[in-house]
């Protein structure tokens, strides 16, 4: 078990553990703690939703929801919020990988339910009734780790197991690199949104929750993965159980954790929260701003994006939940065609995520920044509960097994199909024995391995003889221990029955390693079978992504030529009616020109006229005075020539006769 080395630097518990510490009156916080080895409820009676229903009322809003019935929606978790994001992963021997939130409603949205994305709600919690250390689907390789909260996969509340472990969408993978994977709050080190794609690329093994003997648990890599400086750094807990949200604790001394871990029975009639709503405000919405980026096409990656549903009617988007779980393959096609037919819309959102990225950073960073400070506030109150905790815990008690199974620490569920959380006792229990099974390689988690006394004290560490334990005791056997008389002289039959329990127990760890080896082996051909496997699956994977890129390549072809065709019609329609136009604009203007040319033609033929008009007079007043001029001048007092003074009494119309002539 890896220890941890400077535990009182590293007090990262979550708000699991400080649910209700700043609200909790004087009377509740010094009331005297109550411990369970194996389950809060022991034979007590079993809890129901109600109990989500009255524990987070006061740290979000109950909404009701066509598809889940009711669901939780957090209030002011700020920008940037995700599930699974503002906390830390400890290792426990019980359940694995143990997630520890900073959030004072994480003891249960993230332990039990699901978590769901919807534009309409932005992040909200389905409630659900089995616990388990955590409800995420995992990633890991190319030195990165990564994480995603499991989608509700049926209508209704989470009864029972999931069928089905897919990310709600894509936003919601967390990646960190692996040497951050030891911190105490992840949120300041998980990878940016965008580059999710990129790094579920470069981290191909898949891990998921595995049933266990009744109860879930996170084992599907330890922390042998992790190089020695970051596994020194890891923190292991050791798990304990309280009866109260009010009493959770960590002790950072021993390392011991308190959780609140109840036995939850649904039923059939489930009604409403006290207090719900049948639509949240947009501006209560706890909504990713930022989208994965379209470049990157990520094999196995069945979660639509929050861009393209942002694009999406309510209806269509239920229909494609529908389809998620019921056909995979159609559920494909259709995605793949709605991003063929929303790309602009698609680049639109993204282009308009990148354009507010700064802004959106520095508000995500000053919204940890307070709640880390709220944070530090808590821990005082904290470590006052790990001291009543600690008084609370009588000797010989060691930590707790299987949440909300009430009996020993080895209690089992009543059958094989039991749920975790059901009661049950081993069949072949005697009255009045406990079976301890030792912390070896076959014990299950939440099983102690201590024996009854102080913690890591041998029970026959008290004085007296010391007794040695019989082929059943510190083993999986059917009867109770005998201790060994003091030492006398041994008979023959005492030598024989000696050699035999020696012999049985050399036989008994013969058949348990060979039980461990058959294991082992088993395991390698499991994971080569899955090596192959998913190999096999990638390399299916790459030809559909190769016939898709293809195919989109060709319809992008066709897409660019039926659109070059239809600008080059656009160009030559434009061409003919500008032709047009200039050719009625010239016509015009050739009209204006003889038009023109007309009017100057009639101007001059009138000047011409009018000038030849004057001539023709100015002609004939110069000869009117050229004939007064050739006119004879009379001597005064001579009488006029008859015929009105004309010379030579001419008549009228009668030539003058010359001079001499008469």
């Keep these: 078990m890896l220890r941890l080395n400077r535990p009182l630097l590293v007090a990262g518990l979550g708000a699991s553990l400080l649910a209700g510490v700043a609200t909790l009156p004087a009377t509740a916080q010094n009331a005297p703690m109550q411990l369970a080895q194996a389950g809060p409820q022991g034979g007590g009676a079993t809890m129901d939703v109600d109990l989500f229903y009255d524990q987070l009322g006061q740290f979000g809003t109950w909404v009701a929801h066509p598809e889940y019935q009711y669901v939780f929606i957090p209030s002011d978790v700020g920008p940037g919020w995700r599930p699974y994001q503002e906390g830390r992963w400890v290792w426990t021997d019980a359940y694995g990988w143990y997630w520890e939130s900073f959030e004072p409603f994480g ?8 978590w769901g994305y919807d534009p309409a709600y932005g ?39 999931p069928d089905h472990y897919a990310a709600p969408v894509a936003e919601s993978w967390v990646f960190v690199e692996d040497r951050y994977i030891a911190e105490e709050n992840l949120a300041v080190h998980v990878a940016p949104i965008p580059e999710i794609n990129v790094y579920l690329e470069a981290a191909p093994d898949i ?14 890599f330890g922390t042998d993965v992790y190089a020695a400086p970051i596994r020194e750094r890891l923190v292991t807990r050791e798990v304990y159980y309280v009866e109260r949200r009010d009493d959770v604790f960590y002790d950072p001394r021993s390392s011991a954790l308190g959780i609140f871990a109840p036995r939850l029975d649904f039923g059939d009639r489930r009604g409403p929260p006290p207090r719900y709503v049948r639509e949240i405000e947009p501006d209560r919405r706890p909504l990713i701003r930022q989208y994965v980026r379209e470049d990157r096409d990520v094999p196995g990656f069945l979660a639509p994006s929050v861009a393209l549903l942002n ?10 939940r529908d389809q998620r779980f019921g056909n995979p393959d159609r559920y494909r096609r259709e995605v793949r065609d709605l ?8 680049r639109d959102e993204r282009r308009q995520a990148e354009a507010r990225a700064d802004a959106f950073q520095r508000a995500q960073r000053e919204a940890l920044e307070k709640r880390r400070q709220n944070f530090e506030k808590m821990q005082a109150e904290q470590r006052q509960r790990a001291e009543r905790a600690q008084k609370a815990r009588p000797a010989g008690f060691a930590p707790g097994g299987v949440p909300g199974r009430p009996g020993g620490p080895d209690a089992r569920p009543a059958g094989p199909d039991a749920r975790p959380g059901a009661p049950g006792t081993r069949s072949d229990a005697r009255p009045g024995v406990t079976d301890q099974r030792p912390g070896g390689p076959d014990a299950r988690p939440g099983t102690p391995g201590t024996r009854p006394g102080t913690p890591g004290q041998r029970p026959d560490a008290a004085g007296g003889t010391p007794a040695r334990p019989g082929p059943s005791q510190g083993q999986a056997g059917d009867g109770p221990s005998t201790p060994r008389a003091p030492d006398k002289p041994r008979t ?13 127990r050399a036989k008994q760890q013969q058949n348990q390693q060979e039980r461990q080896q058959n294991q082992n082996a088993q395991q390698e051909q499991q994971r080569a079978k899955q090596q192959q496997n998913q190999q096999e699956r990638q390399q299916k994977q790459n030809a559909q992504q190769e016939q898709q890129r293809a195919k989109q390549q060709q319809n992008q072809q066709e897409r660019q030529q039926k659109q070059n065709a239809q600008q080059e019609q656009q160009r030559a329609k434009q061409q003919q009616n500008q032709q047009n136009r200039q050719q009625k604009q010239n016509a015009q203007q ?11 033609q009639n101007r001059q033929q009138k000047q011409n006229a009018q000038q030849e008009q004057q001539r023709a007079k100015q002609q004939q007043r110069q000869e009117q005075v050229q004939q007064r001029q050739q006119k ?7 009488p006029r020539p008859p015929g009105g003074g004309k010379s030579g009494g001419q008549p009228p119309g009668q030539p003058p006769v010359p001079p001499g002539a008469q």
Excluded: C, M
């Design 107 to 114: 003891w249960a949205t993230y332990h039990y339910g699901r």
């Design 123 to 161: 992040w909200f919690w389905v409630p659900g009734d089995t616990w388990a250390p955590a409800w995420v689907t995992w990633r890991r390789g190319g030195g990165k780790t990564g994480w995603a909260p499991i989608a509700p996969d049926r209508p209704g509340y989470a009864v029972g197991r």
């Design 207 to 220: 891990y998921e929750p595995s049933w266990d003997d009744g109860y879930y648990v996170n084992r599907g």
């Design 311 to 320: 694009l999406l009617q309510p209806d269509r988007r239920r229909e494609l």
């Design 339 to 346: 991003q063929r037919d929303r790309a602009d819309g698609l």
């Design 492 to 504: 023959g039959a005492e030598e024989r029955q000696r050699e035999q329990q020696e012999q049985q």
């Design 590 to 600: 050739e009209q204006q020109r003889a038009k023109q040319q007309q009017n100057q």
């Design 632 to 638: 004879p001048q009379q001597a005064p007092g001579q």
